[in-house]
């Protein structure tokens, strides 16, 4: 009997890591449901490859993604995984706090992942089986320096998936967190600095398709990198105090 394509709902899909990752999955034979705020760069996408299926929406809209998430499955059945990559960034000194960013950053970057759990969880729990990822960052380890609302926007990402991991698994769907280092993007073209270890979108991809059947909670990249983060994890404050202030003079 002939194995049927995968079904993946893809959110965040229209730059950066997702599309890349989307153009792979469909290079592979995989249908997948692509979702990002706007149309026309998923309508492009779909040119290319026709069995990614757009559907806009905006993770910060709790009923929109429910919605989708319905349209999707009525469409298509119920996915196999779903990989939830809506983020945003922006840099913060902190000469420049800003209520409002912490706002924004948290929105899309915390509460966009509860929305998408919150309307793939009960089917997925029904069925007993489906994996689900959500994409942090290695920035979820240790506040760093100028990116206090997107630091803190992705620990919160990274706290939630250790919380609900076990839980979960129990239940027979695996939730797993991807936490990526740099990658070249419109977002990380913020950066005044030179970003050590820095990834192309599509490298970075294709790390997470190789991972994608394994069952291990975290996939990250660079490994180096990673290491470095894991690292300084470890480190007590005082030491990690001293390397960041000289982060910041």
Known sequence: MEKLPRLVWLVGASSGIGKALAMQMANAGWQVAISARRLAPLQAMQAQFPTLYPYTLDVTDAGVVQQVFATICSQHGVPDICLFNAGDYEPMPVEAFDLELFRKL?????????????????????????????????????????????????????????????????????????????????????????????????EAAAVIMRELDGSHFEITFPKRFALLMKLLRLLPYRWYFWITRRMVT
């Open 106 to 202: 948290t929105a899309v970057n915390y509460l966009g992942m509860v929305n998408g759990l919150n309307a793939v969880l009960p089917l997925m729990l029904e069925r007993g089986r489906g994996q689900i990822l959500l994409t942090a960052s290695l920035s979820a380890y240790r506040g760093l320096p100028r990116a206090a609302p997107y630091s803190a926007s992705k620990a919160a990402v990274l706290n939630l998936a250790e919380a609900l991991h076990p839980e979960l698994k129990i239940k027979g769907i695996l939730l797993r967190v991807i936490n990526p280092g740099f990658v070249r993007s419109a977002l990380t073209d913020k950066n005044p600095f030179a970003m050590p270890f820095l990834m192309d979108a599509e």
